[in-house]
């Protein structure tokens, strides 16, 4: 195994599943020791942190921070900088999907999803920007979407969150250009997780339409390539971008949407 990262050290957001998942899982692969984040049984998170870590040989934690609490992403960031020694890469990738008319969006969820998606992206990078500054180095990934990119109607929350996300992270990577830290977005199409699976569940429930109708006429009608992405080729990405080949890719939101943004 080539070990890229050996050294560096990375906290991922919504980790215990879907395409955090498999970036922690690669960065760990590449040598980089990794705090673990998400919800979950406690029990199969102790499994997948130990199996992660037995895989990889690579040092893995876990810290349970609820992405809507300020305090709690804070301490998140100070605990991955004394189990793991520095926060070297930050990947803000925890997230959730409500579809809603506007008119009827109910309140609460509205502002839970600014709140895991955008609100804590700015929490963690606050948190995490310190250190890296001090130490001339870093590694900021915003796992956003295509809906950073386009919209989509009943997905209000989520595209403005998205949207947002987008802003900071080029607004992020200005305030930062100079002292060897990149901060990108990744805009991933649908890509086959637990949270697509959802959909494509819910929708199939809804139209009383078999799955596979749902996934083709429903989910990929906007992706071209009429394929769900894989979560490790928005892993293989992120890998690329923590690499020193990628000092100069800043600023940047790279869509992975099978050529859904193409139109
Ligand atoms: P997922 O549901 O498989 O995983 C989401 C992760 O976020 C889980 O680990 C979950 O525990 C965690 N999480 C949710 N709320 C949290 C909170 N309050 N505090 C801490 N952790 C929390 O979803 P996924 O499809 O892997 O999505 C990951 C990211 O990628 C999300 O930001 C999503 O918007 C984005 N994305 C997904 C797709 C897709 O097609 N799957 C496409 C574009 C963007």
């Known amino acids: 195994m080539s070990q890229t990262l050996k050294g560096r050290c990375a906290v991922v957001t919504g980790s215990t599943s879907g395409i955090g998942l498999a970036i922690a899982r690669a960065l760990a692969g590449e040598g980089a020791s990794v705090m673990l984040n998400g919800f979950g049984d406690p029990a199969e998170i102790e499994r997948l942190r130990s199996s992660l870590s037995s895989e990889t040989g690579s040092n893995v934690a876990y810290n349970g921070a609820d992405m809507r609490n300020p305090d709690q992403v804070a301490a998140l960031v100070r605990e991955a900088e004394s189990a793991l020694g520095s926060v070297d890469i930050l990947v803000n990738n925890a997230g959730f999907q409500h579809v809603s008319p506007v008119d009827q969006f109910p309140e609460e ?155």
């Open 109 to 263: 969820t509205w502002e839970g999803i600014q709140d895991v998606i955008l609100n804590s992206t700015f929490h963690t990078i606050k948190a995490a920007l310190p250190g890296m500054k001090r130490r001339g180095w870093g590694r900021i990934i915003n796992i956003a979407s295509a809906h950073g990119l386009v919209a989509s109607p009943f997905k209000s929350a989520y595209v403005a969150a998205k949207h947002g996300q987008v802003g900071l992270t080029r607004t992020v990577a200005l305030e930062v250009a100079e002292a060897g830290i990149t901060c990108n977005a990744i805009c991933p199409g649908y890509v086959r997780t637990p949270l697509v699976e959802g959909q494509i569940d819910a929708q199939a429930k809804a139209h009383g339409l078999p799955r596979e109708r749902v996934l083709r006429d429903v989910i990929l009608a906007v992706q071209p390539t009429k394929r769900l992405i894989e979560p490790g080729e928005i892993a293989a990405l992120a890998v690329f971008l923590c690499g020193d080949m990628a000092r100069s890719i800043t600023g940047a939101a790279i869509a992975i949407d099978g050529g859904w943004t193409a139109r």
